[in-house]
């Protein structure tokens, strides 16, 4: 049970006005390194709660955001007090479900299984951390184990890592120095993390803030560009869309290409399942050219699209590497990998991959991951995924009945979208990458207003919960997303 600190009146009073103290009292250049007193005001401070709008100032004055200008994203931030299964609270006590797992990470929900905390509360009181070179733990030997049991085909072989864009890094670094090529091969319509060379892979708009980046990259189309169409069946837009990634191979040589990076289903790009024999085609020409076939996990991983892995959703597609983040343990702790077959990890046996983080195999979020995918098996959260789709896929179709600015939608597994439409035409709010429109903005605000929390992404929205939803939750989830596109219908232009 969640339980609030009591405070008294003086305790919040002196709080009050240490907040407000100025930093100089500790760190003028004539006082340098004079702390006295420093450990008294952050021991009364952590002792009390914070009222909204101190954690606000703090925030605004001494940290900065990622994706938007930071002045406007610590304005709209919602302060998240605690979280309980799907859902989370924010310091006034409101409730909000989390209909995108926050980035489609927290996908066991928001209460840590009593198993993940003791194994993590056990790992700091036995090793906290090991230097991964030169040093190994049981629970790292586990944890490989377990991963090699949930990987098809020879997949047995793991490098752990503090996130999905590390992941990515190093998966591209292995590639080059098995193909011993450096050319690598990635899609417009995706994202692969925040890092140089992960922005680099990066098709979206994302990117662009981080170039000149990464040499060497290059983006090709995806069976499902934005505009642009392969053809009206699947058998067509699959067959000329690979014929396609054949053309640009002879451009760019084959027998320079060390890897084509894919998410085997597209996320924050449109939530877009390869048609049928797609990742099948790509498998062959990375064969044909001894190129590395990559999918990028970090999204699609564990059981998010309804297999425990995304490339599973083709027939007998192993990959050559796999990446892997969130859902890997639920996002309770930073923890990113990458899985190789045999034929990869024969050559660094003999050969080292040459780089290494501080974090790399970090003890304490392996213990969190072990547990994590132990609850996930016991429980059956896959099982879960299963019974849901269904229910997820008819709530999406009913919206589409009820409500004009419905344009289309896309599910599978508990991995959804919704793409809005302001006029009969089919005419997005906002088109790909373009200027905000006052209605979407609207839109997230009756999400936020009727307690619903998800991904509004140019004209359209996700609709990914932690893969611990229950029926009566998700009903309850589409229940607001139906009252908030009443109010959006009104901006529909017949
Ligand atoms: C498909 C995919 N790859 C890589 C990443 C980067 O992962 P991280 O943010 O853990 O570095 C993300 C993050 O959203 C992702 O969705």
């Known amino acids: 049970m969640f339980s609030k600190a009591i405070t008294t009146t003086t305790q919040r009073t002196v709080v009050s006005s240490l907040l407000k103290q100025s930093k100089c009292l500790f760190t003028t250049s004539s006082k340098k390194n004079n702390f006295d007193g420093l450990y008294e005001k952050h021991k009364k401070i952590a ?14 004055e001494n940290t ?10 610590a304005a709209s931030s919602i302060v998240m007090e605690r979280g309980e299964g799907v859902y989370f609270f924010d310091k006034q006590g409101k409730k909000y479900i989390d209909f995108n797992s926050q980035a489609m990470c927290s996908n066991l929900g928001h209460t840590v299984p009593q198993e993940v905390i003791d194994a993590v509360d056990k790992q700091l009181k036995t090793v906290a951390y090991a230097y991964p070179c030169g040093l190994v733990t049981e629970v790292k030997a586990k944890l490989s184990l377990l991963m090699a049991d949930l ?24 590639a080059r120095l098995k193909t011993g090529r450096h050319k690598i091969l990635a899609r417009y319509r995706s994202y692969h993390g925040a890092t140089l060379g992960a922005m680099g892979l990066t098709g979206d708009p994302r990117r662009w803030g981080s170039e000149p980046g990464a040499s060497g990259i290059v983006h090709f189309m995806d069976p499902f560009p934005y505009t642009f ?11 000329k869309s690979l014929q396609y990634l054949r053309e640009v191979i002879s451009y760019e040589g084959g027998k320079n290409i060390a890897a084509i990076f894919l998410e085997p289903v597209t996320g924050t790009n449109g939530i877009l399942k390869p048609p049928a024999g797609y990742l099948e085609g790509v498998r062959q020409i990375c064969d044909q050219h001894g190129i590395l076939m990559v999918c990028d996990e970090v999204m699609n991983g564990f059981g998010r699209t309804g297999t425990m892995f995304g490339f599973e ?36 046996q003999k050969s080292p991959i040459g780089i290494g983080s501080t974090y790399n195999s970090h003890p304490v979020t392996l213990a969190s991951a072990y547990a994590a995918l132990q609850y996930f098996l016991r429980t059956d959260v896959l099982g879960n995924v299963h019974r849901m789709e269904p229910i997820l896929q008819s709530l999406m179709e009913d919206l589409k009945k009820r409500h004009p600015t ?28 373009g200027p905000a429109h006052p209605a979407m903005a609207q839109l997230k605000n009756d999400m936020i207003s009727n307690g619903l929390y998800t991904l509004v992404r140019f004209s ?20 607001i997303l139906d009252k908030c596109l009443t109010n959006l219908d009104k901006h529909f232009e017949k």
């Open 64 to 73: 900065l955001f990622t994706w938007n200008p930071s002045a406007t994203a």
């Open 47 to 60: 002792d009390v709660p914070m009222k909204t709008e101190e954690v606000m100032k703090a925030i605004s």
């Open 313 to 348: 959703q083709a027939n007998n597609v192993i990959p050559d590497i796999v990446t892997m983040a969130k859902g890997i343990n639920g996002a309770f702790i930073p923890l990113g990998a990458v899985a190789c077959r045999d034929h990869v990890a024969a050559h660094f």
């Open 151 to 174: 990987m098809p085909g020879d997949l047995n072989h793991f490098y752990y890592v503090s996130g999905g864009a590390e992941a990515n890094e190093t998966a591209m670094r292995m």
């Open 406 to 433: 419905v344009k289309t939608f896309r599910s599978l597994g508990l991995f959804g979208t919704v793409e809005l439409q302001k006029n009969s035409r089919g005419e997005p709010f906002v088109e790909f990458n």
């Open 229 to 239: 169409s392969w053809g009206s069946t699947e058998e067509e837009i699959c067959q």
């Open 460 to 479: 359209s929205f996700f609709t990914n919960p932690p893969l611990i939803i229950n029926e009566k939750e998700l009903r309850q989830g589409f229940e």
